[in-house]
Structure formats: C-alpha cells, structure tokens
C-alpha cells in the first residue's frame, strides 16, 4: 500500500434533515426565553431602581383600565342623553309649530263666520251693495302678487245682482304719473270689465305682474249693478301688501 493511500481517508457523516430543524427550533425558543427572562429583569430593576412596587404598579393599570371603561361608559350614556335632548326639542318645536298652525286656522275659520254672518245680519255690513278692501299678498317672483277683491250685499232678502267691475293701478312710471287697466297686468283677467253676477258675494281672484319700473301708489276699482236696481260703487285703496289672504271670500 502507498504512502497516499494512508494519508487521505474519506469520512462519511449521515445528516438528518429532522433533526437539524429540531436543533433550530430550540435554538429560537431559547432566545425567545431568554428575552422575556430580560425584560421581566430589566423591568424588576426598572421598578426598584425608581423605587415602584410591581404589585402596586399591576393595581393601578387594574384601575386605570377600569376607570378607561367607567368614562367609555359615562360618553356612552351622556351622548344618548344628548340624543334624547335633541329628539325631545324636536318634538316640543313640532308640538309649538302645530298648535300655531291651529291657532291660525281657528283664526281664519272665525274670520269667515264673521263674513259670512255680516251678510246674512241686517246692521254688519252696509246696506245693499258694497265692496270689500282690496287684498294683495306677494309672489315668489319678483313684481308678482296675487290680488282678491270681493264684492258683496246685504239685504233682509238676497236676489241675485248683475253688473259689471272695473279696476285700475295708479303709480309712477319714469317720473309720470300712470293707470294701467287690471287686465293688462293679469293673465287670470280676460276682459276690459269683469262680469258681475251673485246673491250674496262675489270673489274675483288672480295674479298681476308689475311693469319694470313701475312703482305702484293705490288701485281704483269702479263696481256697477244693472239689475235687480241700478247701483254704482267707487273705491280708491292704496297699495298695501299683506303677507297671505284672510279667509273672507273663500
């Protein structure tokens, strides 16, 4: 045998796959002991280098986390107070709201018997025929304004009447005086005089447009009654504007 045969030997080692994941699994779980067995000293010297009681320090996170919850629980409770608050206000202002709005339809119901009981009561209202302050209230639209004028009788016996009605805007219009006929201004007006025919009331209602411009100052309004007996009325009001209709004439 040579010298070279003696010097070189090969060495064969068996490797377990199994087993080499074992070693690296207790290697990890040993430096995971090892840093907890730190921290836990490193906070035991901590809390004796600063002179704290560990058991007192576990006590107050006890309380701590109790009083987090104790104040989580009072929002709670205080945002549902609020929440009630709101709603009660809510319905106390819709209550407010509804018995205003009854108030005012009382109001207006009162109002139409008052008109109503004048024309059939000898002494309310003047004797035979007559007609009743003109109203106008505004329109969403600027220049717009819805306008009613009622004409009337009272008697001791209602027969019908006939005739006719005329009505005119006075006002300024670049420095000039100016009457501009009603139907020329309302798109609810048809004709030059309106016809007239009731027992106990007429209502003539609608809508008037104001030229740009034109800055109104009273509305005339001529009234004629041909039949049962020749009557004429004559009227001069001055432009009042009122935030809604009465409840006269409806």
Same mark, same amino acid.
């Given at each position: 045998? !040579?010298?070279?045969?003696?010097?070189? +030997? =090969?060495?064969? @080692? @068996?490797? *377990?796959?199994? *087993?080499?994941?074992?070693?690296?699994?207790?290697?990890?779980?040993?430096?995971?002991?090892?840093?907890?067995?730190?921290f836990l000293l490193g906070r035991q010297a901590a809390f004796s280098g600063s002179g704290i009681d560990p058991k007192q320090y576990r006590e107050q996170g006890k309380s701590l986390r109790a009083a987090l919850a104790e104040g989580a629980e009072l929002n709670r409770q205080v945002g549902v107070m609020v929440a009630r608050h709101e709603v009660d206000r809510a319905a106390l202002e819709m209550v407010r709201q509804e018995l205003a709005e009854q108030k005012e339809q009382i109001a207006g119901l009162e109002e139409?018997?008052?008109?109503? &009981?004048?024309?059939? =009561?000898?002494?309310?209202?003047?004797?035979? $025929? !007559?007609? &009743?302050?003109?109203?106008?209230v505004p329109r969403d639209e600027p220049g717009r304004y819805g306008f009613r004028i009622v004409a009337q009788q009272e008697a001791r016996k209602h027969s019908t009447l006939q005739g006719e009605l005329y009505a005119e805007l006075i006002g300024d219009q670049a420095g000039e005086s100016r009457s501009i006929p009603l139907f020329e201004l309302s798109?609810?007006? #048809?004709? +030059?005089? %309106?016809?007239?025919? $009731? &027992?106990?009331?007429? !209502?003539?209602?609608?809508? %008037?447009?104001?030229? #740009?411009? $034109?800055?109104?100052?009273?509305?005339?309004?001529?009234? =004629?009654? =041909?039949?049962?007996? +020749?009557?004429?009325?004559?009227? *001069?009001?001055?432009?009042?504007v009122q935030e809604r209709f009465t409840h006269v004439g409806k």
């Open positions: 045998m !040579s010298s070279d045969s003696g010097r070189y +030997r =090969t060495v064969v @080692r @068996r490797y *377990h796959v199994r *087993h080499h994941q074992f070693v690296v699994l207790a290697l990890a779980v040993l430096a995971s002991v090892v840093l907890v067995v730190g139409g018997v008052r008109f109503y &009981r004048s024309l059939m =009561t000898p002494g309310e209202i003047a004797q035979g $025929f !007559s007609l &009743r302050a003109i109203e106008l798109p609810d007006v #048809e004709h +030059r005089v %309106l016809p007239l025919r $009731f &027992r106990y009331f007429q !209502s003539i209602e609608g809508d %008037l447009v104001l030229p #740009e411009g $034109f800055a109104p100052q009273a509305i005339s309004v001529v009234a =004629t009654v =041909t039949a049962p007996r +020749r009557a004429e009325v004559r009227e *001069h009001y001055p432009w009042q």
